[in-house]
């Protein structure tokens, strides 16, 4: 059961009961609709275990509700009982094939964040299907949202307000995700666009056949010096730290802005 807010009357906190969208009830469970019938043989947990087990296995495309009710061994139908539709599954699932964040010790905020974006960076990296799903989905569950707290802890010392380290948070989700996605294009095991990129080894021959030394001066000259390297280099995690110390020395600079 839900604690009230302090100073909530019961018709207020109905109100906010009800505008909460299903699948967030379900996430956090606070469905109040009573269910009719048999007592259920499943739970939602199950349910999304089995779809996260199937797209480990075979790539967010094999998620089906089909084949979802095939791994519980219950009738297709049977799961509409435990979640609305198949957009409203792949939602739980973005939610709950997250694993939980670092632990945050209040330390110093630079360090507990590389070590939070290059988690965020991994766990992307073991499940290259949540990239498809987290780009659509703001994060409404308690996983997701317990990432977005930790990092707004490790920050709250700074001087910063709640938008700055909220926008800060952003900004290294996505640079997480880029770099996951990056090492999944230049190795070939994108879930998405496959095709276009399995044959991806080495970037820098590809520039090189393409560009016009006369429309792109520059960026000829940086491949000529081999500045792109192999694929290797790419996913290499110095290059991660290199991109990722930039946005930790913006953060810095922010932060000393604001003290002047």
């Keep these: 059961m839900s604690a009230r807010p302090a100073g909530a009357n019961e018709e207020t906190f109905n109100v906010a009961e009800r505008r909460l969208p299903p699948v967030v009830a379900r996430m956090w469970g606070r469905e109040t609709t009573p269910r009719h019938g048999p ?3 499943l739970d939602l947990a199950r349910i999304v275990a089995a779809a996260i087990h199937v797209a480990d296995r075979d790539g967010l495309e094999g998620v089906k ?14 799961l509409y009982r435990y979640v609305g539709s198949k957009d409203e599954l792949l939602i739980v699932m973005a939610d709950a094939a997250v694993p939980e964040p670092p632990a945050y010790d209040g330390g110093n905020w630079r360090a507990y964040l590389t070590g939070w974006t290059r988690a965020n960076r991994d766990f992307l990296l073991g499940r290259p299907w949540l990239l498809a799903l987290n780009q659509h989905t703001p994060p409404t569950g308690p996983r997701s949202l317990r990432w977005l707290d930790r990092a ?20 290294l ?6 770099q996951a996605a990056m090492v999944h294009a230049m190795t070939g095991t994108a879930t998405a666009g496959s095709e276009a990129i399995a044959g991806l080894t080495e970037y820098g021959d590809i520039l090189g056949e393409v560009l016009d030394p006369e429309g792109y001066p520059e960026l000829t000259a940086a491949v000529r010096e081999n500045a792109f390297g192999s694929a290797d280099q790419w996913i290499d995690d110095a290059d991660f730290t290199f991109g990722l110390n930039l946005l930790l020395d913006g953060i810095q600079a922010l932060m000393t802005r604001g003290r002047d």
């Design 65 to 78: 509700m089909s084949s979802v009710a095939a791994e519980v061994a219950m009738a297709t139908m049977s």
């Design 173 to 178: 989700t996505n640079y997480a995700a880029r």
């Design 152 to 171: 707004l802890a490790a920050l709250a010392g700074t001087g910063l307000g709640y938008g700055e380290r909220i926008n800060i948070a952003v900004a």
């Design 39 to 41: 007592r259920p043989s």
